[in-house]
């Protein structure tokens, strides 16, 4: 994959200026992708926020899980969605992101998912996106 060069700025930007980033997908199984990233971003210091309807209610990596992001009080503060959905669900995501949460700046799609109409949907509205990418990957070369 070549590197973009305009990404990376935003990569280097969203991880020093990001504090609050909801996960769509997170799972509480320790041996799936979108746990392990997620728990990298609590370990440097990125306060993360569960999004997954199975598991609503209860508790991963110590956060309330919610349904969907809708759920999420607006001072939570989240800034970042991180997306661990098939291509296919990131426009509705998207949607709901714009609409619910007050302070997003960044739209992230992991390794595979992209929905090139949603990326320019939240460009419009001067959100970031950054897709087909892992801040787990990312975010050490700029940290």
Same mark, same amino acid.
């Given at each position: ?24 997908? *997170? ?7 979108? =746990? ?18 199975? #598991?609503?209610g209860g508790?991963?990596?110590?956060? #309330? ?34 609409? #619910? ?6 739209? =992230?799609?992991? *390794? ?16 970031t996106v ?11 070369? #700029? *940290?």
């Amino acid at each position: 994959m070549e590197l973009d060069l305009q990404d990376d700025e935003d990569i280097a930007r969203i991880a020093r200026e990001t504090r609050v980033i909801a996960v769509v997908g *997170l799972s509480p199984n320790e041996d799936r992708p979108s =746990w392990g990233v997620a728990r990298y971003l609590q370990a440097q210091g990125y306060r993360v926020i569960p999004v997954n309807p199975g #598991h609503a209610g209860g508790e991963i990596l110590g956060e #309330h899980v919610y349904a969907e992001l809708a759920q999420i009080p607006d001072d939570a503060g989240v800034q970042m969605v991180d997306i661990f959905r098939r291509s296919d669900a990131v426009g509705m995501i998207v949607d709901n992101a714009l609409a #619910h949460l007050p302070e997003l700046r960044v739209i =992230w799609t992991q *390794l595979g998912v992209r929905d090139d109409a949603a990326a320019a949907k939240a460009r419009a509205r001067g959100v970031t996106v950054i897709q087909d990418r892992c801040p787990k990957i990312e975010f050490p070369r #700029h *940290l």
